[in-house]
């Protein structure tokens, strides 16, 4: 079983800005997670939460181009899947697609740890999975 980091928007934007409360928290989490080998993952939901404006695009393509071993799961049909049960298990709505999508990464990849400023609702959707851990940033 391989766990991964996944990045929700919060996370990954605090690292792609390099400056904030969060960002130590975040890249300690990132070099920890390089040198056991683990995958990290941001959903592409997360890029389209983030990407609002030049600014913003710029900033999170720099990042995903300077840290190359965050990778981007895109959703596709089985993906989706991942995502629909993650909603179903939690009894939630479209409103917290976003969020399951990085919860459905985390489940998908047989478990890891999420990183996130939403705590409480991304506790709420991984309830039911056992292995994945919610981590506030």
């Known amino acids: 079983m391989s766990f991964v980091l996944v990045l929700d928007s919060e996370a990954l934007s605090s ?3 390099q400056r904030g409360p969060r960002f130590r928290e975040v890249r300690a989490a990132l070099e920890a997670a390089r040198r056991l080998q683990r995958d990290v993952l941001t959903p592409a939901v997360v890029l389209a939460e983030l990407y609002r404006g030049p600014g913003h695009k710029q900033v999170i393509d720099s990042c995903l181009r300077r840290d190359t071993w965050i990778s981007v799961r895109d959703t596709d049909r089985s993906f989706a899947r991942f995502v629909g049960g993650v909603l179903a298990a939690a009894r939630a709505d ?4 976003s969020d399951a999508h990085v919860v459905a990464a985390a489940v998908e990849a047989g478990g890891g740890v999420v990183l996130t ?3 409480d ?3 709420r959707l991984s309830a039911a999975y056992p292995n994945v851990h919610v981590s506030k940033i």
């Open 15 to 17: 690292v792609a800005r």
């Open 117 to 119: 400023g939403d705590e």
């Open 94 to 97: 479209s409103s917290d697609l």
């Open 121 to 123: 609702d991304l506790e």
